[in-house]
């Protein structure tokens, strides 16, 4: 009897553990050679590129914004990463990134993290072509502080 409740829990466990893995999202994380020069659908942009901004977060150093606008002549989403107005990044601390989904954020793909420079005051992810079941996101790591957008 002792030997079957050891069994039974045990079979639970691994159950629970199985059920727990699958139902978690997950994340893909590419380089920013995967991402950028006109990889996977990506188009390099400058990092001082303003679309239209469909959701954004701030803290008190910075301004996360997600845009849409034309790139090549396509509509793209990216992240944009602005210091504070007057103010330029000190070094390359911060970082920004754009996640990509197909199934509405379930699972993504990270583009990025893309490092700020000393003397900008902005930095931008690669652009990713948009298409009707694509899903963006933007992303940011600023003073150990993470900002996320929704996903749009």
């Known amino acids: ?7 039974t829990a045990g079979l639970a466990a691994v159950l629970v553990a199985a059920a727990v ?3 978690a ?8 050679e ?3 020069g006109g990889a996977n659908g990506f188009a390099d942009i400058p990092d001082n590129l303003v679309g239209v901004t469909v959701d954004q977060r701030s803290n008190s150093v910075t301004n996360l ?3 849409f606008g034309q790139v090549n002549g396509q509509n793209r989403g990216w992240a944009l990463l602005g210091s504070a107005p007057g103010t330029r ?3 390359d601390s911060y970082l920004v990134w754009m996640d ?15 490092n700020s420079r000393a003397g900008l005051a902005t930095i931008t992810s690669a652009a990713k072509d948009t298409h009707p079941t694509y899903s ?5 790591l600023v003073n150990g502080e993470l900002l996320l957008t929704g996903w749009h």
């Open 1 to 7: 009897m002792h030997a079957l409740r050891r069994l």
């Open 21 to 23: 893995t699958v139902a």
């Open 25 to 32: 999202p997950s994340a893909a994380f590419a380089t920013k």
């Open 34 to 36: 995967q991402c950028a």
């Open 65 to 67: 914004h997600l845009m």
């Open 89 to 91: 990044f000190g070094g």
């Open 100 to 114: 990509w989904s197909i199934n509405g954020g379930y699972s993504w793909m990270q583009c990025g993290p893309f």
């Open 136 to 140: 963006f996101r933007a992303g940011a």
